[in-house]
């Protein structure tokens, strides 16, 4: 069953896909660009998916989980394969699940993406003030990363408390639907805290500095290959963190609207006509789909065949032997007990002069 389930969240991503990328923008793109540029795009491309992948594993890692490097990076990887579609990202989780052979839940390995978002935001706030200050923008700006910040630091005083943890838990005990949820809400909360300590946010919020500035280099790419204006580095730190933090304070299902909207208008707001914004944010949304997703297939195809098609192996077992019959002795007055039919005095003996 969970096969299936798989199955069709895969199937359902490379519908959304097909829906989202825009085919005919995407090809005007990368014919528009260099051969250098293309080949500096997919290699931007690959590294960026890279580094998100051994922070995954670094914050599996955090959370004492007995998995190593390489595998929380293929699972990362392989589950881009559902990124099209919202929640997709849910999937490394449970690759998680292929490697530690029961000894790592998927509850215990989610955290991971709890915590990941935190660091982010804070990531992605402490790179919109700097791009503020150097791109000498007005000071009421600061006012969108500081309240994502407070937001993300508010989120992690809460679940490191016991009061909102022991308040959940005894709600849920009171309800017979719920109780038997609670082993494995304070089992994904243990593994919570252990991520949340402040060396675990420290070496996060870094990684994501990496990979916000990742994303930035393609999106340098894509404005100097599509425009005559182009786009200085620190512009697009400004451009990218703002429709970064639009996107977390305006939640949509996979960033799908907000996230687009938000890049077209900044792009447009620093001097980009309108059009060609919107065609550069269709552009930057359709490359990053296509490519994770093909990673993420190929990754799953190669790592994890067995969780797409069942692989049953060992030997076939022989049958048991038939058990001797048995029948009722009647005797004279009542039934007797059941008896096995003892086996003619023949049977089993060699016959002289039979090999």
Same mark, same amino acid.
């Given at each position: ?115 990941? @978002? ?147 208008? @900044? ?15 269709l552009t930057y949304r359709s490359v ?25 192996g060992g030997e076939l077992r022989a ?37």
């Amino acid at each position: 069953m969970k096969r299936l389930v798989l199955c069709v969240a895969i199937l359902a991503s490379v519908l959304a896909l097909a829906a989202l990328a825009d085919p005919q923008a995407l090809t005007a793109a990368l014919l528009s660009l260099s051969a250098g540029s293309v080949f500096a795009l997919l290699g931007v491309l690959l590294l960026n998916e890279l580094l998100k992948g051994f922070r995954w594993a670094f914050y599996l890692r955090a959370a004492k989980l007995e998995i190593r490097v390489i595998d929380g990076l293929t699972s990362y990887l392989a589950a881009q394969a559902a990124t099209a579609i919202p929640g997709g990202s849910v999937l490394s989780a449970r690759l998680v699940e292929e490697h530690a052979r029961g000894r790592v839940r998927m509850r215990q390995a989610a955290p991971g993406l709890v915590v990941q @978002m935190l660091g982010d935001i804070l990531a992605v706030s402490s790179l919109a003030v700097v791009a503020i200050l150097l791109t000498h923008q007005r000071a009421i700006q600061f006012l969108i990363p500081a309240l994502a910040t407070i937001a993300a630091f508010a989120a992690i005083v809460i679940f490191r408390s016991e009061r909102p943890a022991r308040w959940l838990l005894r709600a849920m005990g009171r309800r017979r639907l719920t109780r038997r949820f609670v082993p494995t809400e304070e089992d994904f909360r243990a593994h919570l805290k252990r991520m949340l300590r402040s060396r675990v946010l420290t070496g996060g919020t870094l990684f994501s500095i990496g990979t916000t500035l990742l994303s930035v280099s393609i999106l340098f790419i894509l404005v100097n290959g599509l425009t005559a204006r182009g786009l200085a580095f620190i512009e697009g730190v400004y451009v990218h963190s703002f429709s970064m933090l639009a996107h977390f304070l305006i939640p949509t299902p996979g960033g799908i609207g907000a996230s687009d909207a938000s890049l077209a208008g @900044m792009l447009n707001y620093i001097g980009i006509g309108l059009g060609r914004a919107t065609f550069i944010a269709l552009t930057y949304r359709s490359v990053g789909i296509l490519f994770r997703t093909a990673i993420g297939l190929l990754t799953l195809l190669a790592c994890y065949p067995s969780v797409l098609i069942e692989v049953r192996g060992g030997e076939l077992r022989a049958p048991a032997p038939a058990a001797a019959p048995r029948i009722a002795v009647r005797g004279p007055s009542r039934i007797g007990a059941l008896s096995e039919v003892a086996p003619p005095a023949s049977e089993g003996l060699a016959v002289a002069g039979e090999d």
